[in-house]
């Protein structure tokens, strides 16, 4: 079965929204602020929550479990200098992975990204620019653009479109999903972690990520951190799986 279903209907919130200002306008009227002020509160707390709360669906679909059998190892904010080392290190362990790229750094290493694809691994789109601070209160306009402009940078390197988005840091505001159904891309999170990307004790990180390393665990990785020790990560984390019986997959699409 295909767990690939890019939005249907990416501005179903905006009917949504308006309509619970609405009620909240018409209960503080009704009942005075001391109700529609925390409820005014409250509703813009859900809003927020959405947006920064990498499951949430409030907003669109997002894949945060595999059905079935396997594990499904995703990589970001590659292309990097640990790219080819994890590919060596993938392939020794007969491996699969998912490598959610960056387009600008895609552009200034092609040779990886083609080599990621001819190595038979999946490339997802993880924005054009990657800007980790601001992607989460990004307007319409300049969502669109970094979404689009990785799908056509990576597309143009590939000559494959990817099929799967991840938001930069798993933040998603209202205006992401308009362009996934425009580009045909599918949201996916993840439901396990072991803040790799930050975190540089390698323990540590593996001992996260194996407390919910199971049969249909999405797990979340990175590449070219500045710790360095990016590598060794996913080498802990194929250890795990190889001693637990997992094996590495990628989801099909169609």
Not at 106 to 135: C, K, W, Y
Request: charged share 20%.
């Amino acid at each position: 079965m295909s767990v690939h279903r890019p939005p249907r209907r990416p501005q179903l919130w905006w009917p949504l929204l308006i309509a619970s200002q609405l009620l909240v306008v018409l209960l503080w009227w009704r009942l005075g602020w001391a109700v529609g002020l925390p409820l005014l509160l409250a509703s813009h707390a859900v809003c927020l929550w959405g947006v920064l709360a990498p499951a949430s669906r409030l907003y669109g679909p997002v894949l945060t479990r595999l059905p079935g059998e396997g594990v499904w190892l995703t990589i970001d904010d590659g292309p990097s200098d640990d790219t080819r080392a994890l590919l060596d290190l993938l392939d020794a362990h007969d491996a699969q992975a998912t490598f959610f790229l960056v387009g600008e750094r895609a552009v200034a290493r092609p040779d990886l990204v083609r080599e990621i694809a001819a190595r038979g691994h999946g490339i997802g789109n993880h924005s054009q620019t990657h800007p980790q601070a601001m992607f989460w209160a990004l307007g319409p306009a300049r969502m669109r653009r970094e979404i689009l402009e990785c799908q056509r940078t990576l597309t143009g390197i590939t000559g494959r479109a990817p099929v799967w988005f991840r938001s930069v840091v798993g933040h998603t505001n209202p205006f992401v999903h308009a362009p996934l159904r425009e580009a045909g891309l599918a949201r996916v999170g993840w439901n396990a972690r072991g803040f790799d990307a930050v975190k540089a004790d390698v323990d540590e990180v593996v001992a996260r990520i194996d407390a919910d390393l199971a049969d249909g665990a999405i797990v979340l990785l990175h590449e070219g951190a500045k710790h360095g020790h990016n590598v060794a990560m996913v080498e802990g984390v194929l250890a795990r799986m190889q001693a637990k019986g997992l094996r590495a997959v990628l989801p099909r699409t169609g």
